[in-house]
Antibody
């Protein structure tokens, strides 16, 4: 079964850092571009970042550029999101999603909640 | 950045009825890069439709998509109880890969 499982969520202090992980299984992880998408509970979906299958190309939403870093370890089938200088506005559920190219974001994890608090 | 505007914000219908959800895109996108997702309460989003009209694996035939240019539609015929959820459209042609604000489909 194809699966994505996020981990690393929790309570973080304002201005602090946190690293999220997304473990992939059941498919050839290294063949796919991957994304992070976030959602404030009760609100809509917001795209955060993308990384190419080889880890070379990376894109970020303006709201996180310079503070968040996406990376991946294809040997261990894991996607990461390193978040720093966290703000209250970063409080959200963070989902990793697989890029199916012309087939949209075709596989999603269950999400990891990050709460930024003073 | 491309903005997607969904309407209506909330749609109240009964099981067995049909639903039509709309998504307007601020600039023309190829039909190859327009998707719809379903999100049930407490769950992650799930891909329903990609490339405007292609159903994702395992999606029932009562879900269909159409449209071109800047106007796209998701149609659900004969609503089942499990279809009451929030639906999002998305363009995945240009970064940032924007989503609409969502349409909540609720039981009347």
């Amino acid at each position: 079964e194809e699966q994505l499982v996020e981990s690393g969520g929790g309570l973080v202090q304002f201005g602090g850092s946190r690293r999220l992980s997304c473990a992939a299984s059941g498919f050839t992880f290294g063949s796919y571009w991957m994304h992070w998408v976030r959602q404030i509970p009760g609100k809509g979906l917001v795209w955060v970042s993308r990384i190419s299958n080889d880890g070379i190309k990376r894109d970020y939403a303006d709201s996180v550029k310079g503070r968040f870093t996406i990376s991946r370890d294809n040997a261990n089938n894991t996607l990461f999101l390193q978040m720093s200088s966290l703000e209250a506005e970063d409080t959200a559920i963070y989902y990793c999603a697989r890029d199916g190219w012309r087939e949209g974001f075709d596989l999603w994890g269950q999400g990891a909640m990050v709460t930024v608090s003073s | 950045d491309i903005v997607l505007t969904q309407s209506p914000g909330t749609l109240s219908l009964s099981p067995g009825e049909g639903a039509t959800l709309y998504c307007r895109v601020s600039q023309s996108v190829s039909t190859s890069y327009l998707a719809w997702y379903q999100q049930r309460p407490g769950q992650a989003p799930r891909l329903l439709i990609y490339s405007t009209s292609r159903r994702a694996t395992g999606i029932p035939g009562r879900f269909s998509g159409s449209g071109s240019g800047t106007d796209f539609t998701l149609t659900i015929t004969s609503l089942e109880p499990e279809d009451f959820a929030v639906y999002y459209c998305q363009q995945y042609r240009f970064s940032p890969f924007s989503f609409g604000q969502g349409t909540k489909l609720e039981i009347k």
